[in-house]
């Protein structure tokens, strides 16, 4: 008998602190295969953002820089810029690249910084307790819209895979899930390409992944992971939205 | 011939697996882990043919297959 299915090298064999159902650990786990594939997890230097993906030192056997909140493409740029060799990657959730770090990701972006960013996107802050983001879906009830979004008020959900993808700078950009087996599979040749959009050199790879948030939504993990497929896809369609290298 | 091991402490009891799985083979037991959810278990062995969508699916990487 062969082992069939094994956990990444480039992921520690801890346990995570993510919610049951949190699509956080599949897209880590997606994230360290793309890494084991080309090879690069000892010239890796990932950037972590403030959210749940706090911890990212704690689950991937890489160096990591914590950066301050929604900074971390800068800190990314920083870190590539002084160390070409390394391979770099940003790992950021809605409430961090949607808001607070807007900025950061739009010129990293229209820099055309050699990195690739991670943008895990389940329409809440999750970490601090729900509250309304950027990306919050019109109607959705959170802490801070109790009575769901209203668009006259607090504008219509970012979609930012589109919104980057619209950059003379950004080289690939695509909308994942990882909700479904069909989806996953695709996530995962999504994620492998925008690495090795930076493995060759081919400059900004941007991927935007479709995560559940079963706490803050108030669901079981069930419900959850079909809101990702049903409502979230509907609005957040998925797809490639900038190929320039055709790889 | 295809075997899936869960690690019953590493799982969350999330049962993304049990509707992963083509052949609806996973379900949750109703036994309490250390971390106090109910982990998913296999009931029919003999007809998994690993495929390792449930493996794949699982955010937790609780499930190893063999085959």
Redesign the interface.
Known sequence: ???????PVS?KDV??H?????????IH?LVAEAMDEYDVQKRTIGVASVGCSVFLYGYFDIDVVEAPHGRAPAVATGVKRARPDSFVFTYQGDGDLAAIGTAEIIHAANRGEDITVIFVNNTTYGMTGGQMAPTTLVGQKTSTSPYGRNQHKDGAPIRMAELLAQLEGVAFSARVA?N??KN??DAKRQIKKAFRYQVEGKGFSFIEALSAC?TNWGMN??AA?ERVGSEMADYFRLGVYKNTENL | MAKIIIDEIRCKGCGLCTVACPGKLLSLTEKINLQGYTPATITCQDKCTGCALCAEMCPDVAITVFK
């Open positions: 008998m062969q082992q069939v299915f094994k956990r992921l346990q995570t993510f919610c049951p159902g949190c699509h956080h650990g599949t786990r990882v479904s087996p996953l599979i079963p993990a069930l992971n």
